[in-house]
Nanobody
């Protein structure tokens, strides 16, 4: 089984910074991409940022210029550095691993973490 474990959420004042971490563990052969999504109360889960195995990145417009996504050396860890936080960034942040293969010939699937709460006070 593959598990994603997130850490780094918490309470911060507007203008502050937080760094989220997500580590994928288990029997993993390859991961196509890892990313962060967020879901505020009463809203749908939206993309924040994604980083692919070739290190290409995609950001939501709301994250551009303020958030930075990066991968660990092994490629099974992803980080989200969040700066200049705003109250509207308050949400549960979920880590996603897309296109995970447990072996070369196994079909791929996506995995989600349990989520970590980020609260930005104004």
């Amino acid at each position: 089984q593959v598990q994603l474990v997130e850490s780094g959420g918490g309470l911060v004042q507007a203008g502050g910074s937080l760094r989220l971490s997500c580590a994928a563990s288990g029997s993993i052969f390859s991961i196509n991409a890892m990313g962060w999504y967020r879901q505020a109360p009463g809203k749908q889960r939206d993309l924040v940022a994604v980083i692919s195995s070739d290190d290409s990145t995609t950001y939501a417009d709301s994250a551009k210029g303020r958030f930075t996504i990066s991968r660990g050396v092994t490629g099974n860890t992803v980080y989200l550095q969040m700066d200049s936080l705003k109250s509207e960034d308050t949400a549960v942040y979920y880590c996603n691993a897309a296109g995970v293969r447990r072996a070369a010939i196994w079909p791929s699937r996506d995995y989600w973490g349990q989520g970590t709460q980020v609260t930005v006070s104004s």
